[in-house]
């Protein structure tokens, strides 16, 4: 993506590494607090955290971020076990993406999400953040085996299939989530969407060119016929032929006459 790599060079100086690790941390950290602070004084510290509308109106912008480190679970082995996953996916998404992009997906997922949440009327945390990088490590890892619960091994990709299972079952039971749904894994759209459907489409192309080959083979026709000069692979079997992104055939003797001139 030219666009993406001109900011990455403009702006990745500014990136922070490490994002998705430093807010597991704090994830854990805020998981403690909530252990041993008094009821009331717990209250007042995740009212400060978290995503509210008429707070945001006042001025309070660091409610679009802070409303992440609200434990999901106070189950301490959960709350242990969700850090550790969140900075395993850090450090794969570091590896395979840079900080600039890891950064920018980040922001891209919490701001939505939090708009998602003010529509919605709806309390968020964390766990939106947990989806939307468990979907993109999966699809840059789909093969990479995780221990479950230190136990059983278990392919990436079948977790974020059960991710994707557990979001269907919620829009489902409540078909008013679905805007909250979509909006919380926008970032995960906008990023791998594009180069589903190109694939999709890629599929599609190879499939009508084999169902064309087969009725070729059934009428004994040319396989193969140049768009620009119309020959065949029957009329001359020496030809090299070649199918460009948009689908059209090109041989041999007119590819070197194209870059002739």
Known sequence: MPLLDRFESRFGR???PGLLQSI???QLLTFVLF???PPEAKGSYQGFLRLDGDALMRGEVWRFFTYIFIPVSMNPF???MGAMFLMWIG???DEAWGPF???LYVLGGLIPQAIAGL?????VNGMWLYYSTLFAMACIYPNEEILLFFILPVKLKWIAWLGVASLVLMVLNEPSAIVVVLLAQLNFLIAFGPGFLKGRVQIAKVTQRRQKYEQDQAT???FFRCTICGKSDVDDPTLDFRVTEEGNEICSECRKARVAS
Not at 119 to 123: A, P, R, S
């Open 35 to 37: 252990l041993f602070l």
């Open 119 to 123: 529509l919605g009327g709806n309390e």
């Open 220 to 222: 004994n026709g040319p």
């Open 101 to 103: 992009r890891v950064n």
């Open 24 to 26: 597991a941390v704090l």
């Open 78 to 80: 959960f709350a242990a």
């Open 14 to 16: 500014f990136a922070l």
């Open 91 to 93: 450090r794969g998404l």
